[in-house]
Nanobody, 125 residues
Framework: VQLVESGGGLVQAGGSLRLSCAMSGFSLDYYTIGWFRQAPGKEREGVSC????????NYADSVKGRFTISRDNAKKTVYLQMNSLKPEDTAVYYC???????????????????WGQGTQVTVSS
């Protein structure tokens, strides 16, 4: 099982980035996929989660209306489109896969069975 994040980088406030999480070794149909982030000195928080077998999604209040999660099961890839980025979005972003997890539970409790290595997102003011 492998999850590999990409797409992070340095962007100015108000800019956009799209993160990708490429997965292998398991069927996406049975896994809820989530994006999480951790800033220095802060706890890891759920950003957005998407069900592998339905259209259910969950977003943290801080990113609603700015971030959009989507998945391509054929490509085994989940995306996080991040618009109107703010300096407080700066963090290491991780993707995770949770077997048949409810999207709210997974995002709220970071219930990932498998995790990627993370990608740095830095938003300058």
């Amino acid at each position: 099982v492998q999850l590999v994040e990409s797409g992070g980088g340095l962007v100015q406030a108000g800019g956009s980035l799209r993160l990708s999480c490429a997965m292998s070794g398991f069927s996406l149909d049975y896994y809820t996929i989530g994006w999480f982030r951790q800033a220095p000195g802060k706890e890891r928080e759920g950003v957005s989660c998407i069900s592998g077998h339905s259209d259910s999604t969950n977003y943290a209040d801080s990113v609603k209306g700015r971030f959009t999660i989507s998945r391509d099961n054929a490509k085994k890839t989940v995306y996080l489109q991040m618009n109107s980025l703010k300096p407080e979005d700066t963090a290491v972003y991780y993707c995770a896969a949770g077997f048949m997890r409810d999207v709210q539970d997974m995002c709220g409790q970071a219930l990932g069975d498998y995790w990627g290595q993370g990608t740095q997102v830095t938003v300058s003011s």
